[in-house]
């Protein structure tokens, strides 16, 4: 099984500020996800990352807002920017192994808080 | 993607047995039912997956009907470590994209 290190585990930004979230993989994976998870609910998509192409954004999330960089097999990051109270929450990277058929591994995810 | 339907809540006593049902009504041949386990402060982590009967692993079951429009996973003799929220994702193989509804919370009581 994929393990995922995640950094930092959490983080509290002044407003208008930019947060840039790292994901590691330790081993070359072809789909990253990157979710968001608001207090007391479930996940939500944001956008899926892969290695050498543009990330493909889920409704309601833009470039601008959530910049993903996929630079290899291994590695992701997410950036929160022009923050605001509103994006406090936990932040969630993930990836597929295709040879596991559909078993998704997740990191510890980072506790953002926005003051 | 399937929807899927999961009651909100659950609560038990240690060494009950737990069956958390979920409904996917619009589940297609080539999805498989995957559960997953969230405690606080952590991401979800794999427990089961099954495409149809009856799954077993060191950790809980899952029975799927033959008609593939509900599945029930199973925690025999729970514990207060098994607090957690549990996740019910349907979805295909090679293009595989998790996507999560609210999940069930468990309690589980002394």
């Known amino acids: 099984s994929a393990v995922i290190s995640q950094k930092p585990s959490r983080d509290i930004c002044q407003r208008g500020t930019s947060l840039t979230i790292q994901c590691q993989v330790d081993?070359?994976?072809?789909?990253m996800f990157w979710y968001r998870q608001q207090p007391g609910q479930s996940l939500t998509l944001i956008a899926t990352?892969?290695?050498?192409?543009?990330?493909?954004?889920e409704s309601g999330f833009v470039i601008d807002k959530f910049p993903i960089s996929r630079p290899n097999l291994t590695f992701s990051t997410l950036t929160v920017s022009n923050m605001s109270p509103e994006d406090s929450s936990i932040y969630l990277c993930?990836?597929?192994?295709?040879?596991?058929?559909?078993?998704?591994?997740f990191g510890q995810g980072t506790r953002l808080t926005v003051v | 993607l399937a929807k899927t339907t999961q009651p909100i809540s659950m609560d038990s006593y240690e060494g009950q047995e737990v069956n958390i049902t979920c409904s996917h009504n619009?589940?297609?041949?080539?999805?498989?039912i995957t559960w997953y386990q969230q405690f606080p402060s952590q991401g979800p982590r794999f427990i089961i997956q099954?495409?149809?009967t009856k799954v077993t692993n060191e950790v809980a079951s899952l029975f799927i009907p033959a008609d593939r429009k509900s599945s029930t996973l199973s925690l025999p003799r729970v514990s207060l470590s098994d607090t957690a929220v549990y996740y019910c994702?349907?979805?295909?193989?090679?293009?595989?994209?998790?996507?999560f509804g609210r999940g069930t919370s468990l309690i589980v009581h002394p």
């Open positions: 993930s990836v597929d192994e295709q040879a596991k058929n559909t078993e998704a591994f």
């Open positions: 081993s070359q994976v072809t789909m």
């Open positions: 990352a892969n290695q050498g192409s543009e990330a493909t954004y």
């Open positions: 619009n589940i297609a041949t080539n999805d498989y």
């Open positions: 099954g495409y149809k």
């Open positions: 994702l349907v979805a295909s193989g090679g293009s595989y994209i998790p996507t």
